[in-house]
C-alpha cells in the first residue's frame, strides 16, 4: 500500500511560479514510478510529467516541456513539480501519482495509487 499526500497549490498570476509536493509513504514505495497529472472540470485526467526514484526516466507532456520540472528527493520520499510560467490553461486541480510500469506516454489508467489532489489556479 502506497500513501500520496499533495501540497503546494494555490492562486498565482499569469507568469508566475509555484512548487507541488507530493509525499510518499509505505515500504513497497521504491518500486513505482511517480508522476503528476491534472485535471480540470468536465475534462479526462492528463498526464503532466513522470519520473523515476533518483531521477531517471523524466517525462513531461507537450504543453508543459521547459516550463515545469519535475524532481525528486529519495531520501525523503518526495516528489516535486516546479511549475514556472504558469499560464491561465494550466489551472486545474494536480494528482500525484504512483505507476509500477511507466508507458511512453502515460495514461491515468495506468496509475495504481493516487493523492487527494491539490487546486493550482492562474489568474490572467
Known amino acids: 500500500q502506497v500513501q500520496l499526500v499533495e501540497s503546494g497549490g494555490g492562486l498565482v498570476q499569469a507568469g508566475g511560479s509555484l512548487r507541488l509536493s507530493c509525499a510518499a509513504s509505505?515500504?513497497?514505495?521504491?518500486?513505482?514510478?511517480m508522476a503528476w497529472f491534472r485535471q480540470t472540470p468536465g475534462k479526462e485526467r492528463e498526464f503532466v510529467a513522470s519520473?523515476?526514484?533518483?531521477?531517471?526516466?523524466?517525462k513531461y507532456a507537450d504543453s508543459v516541456k521547459g516550463r515545469f520540472t519535475i524532481s525528486d528527493d529519495n531520501a525523503k520520499n518526495t516528489v516535486y513539480l516546479h511549475l514556472n510560467s504558469l499560464k491561465p490553461e494550466d489551472t486545474a486541480v494536480y494528482y500525484c501519482a504512483a505507476l509500477s510500469r511507466i508507458q511512453i506516454t502515460p495514461a491515468a489508467r495506468d496509475a495504481d495509487y493516487w493523492g487527494q489532489g491539490t487546486q493550482v489556479t492562474v489568474s490572467s
Open positions: 509505505g515500504r513497497t514505495v521504491p518500486r513505482y514510478y
Open positions: 519520473i523515476g526514484w533518483g531521477g531517471a526516466l523524466s
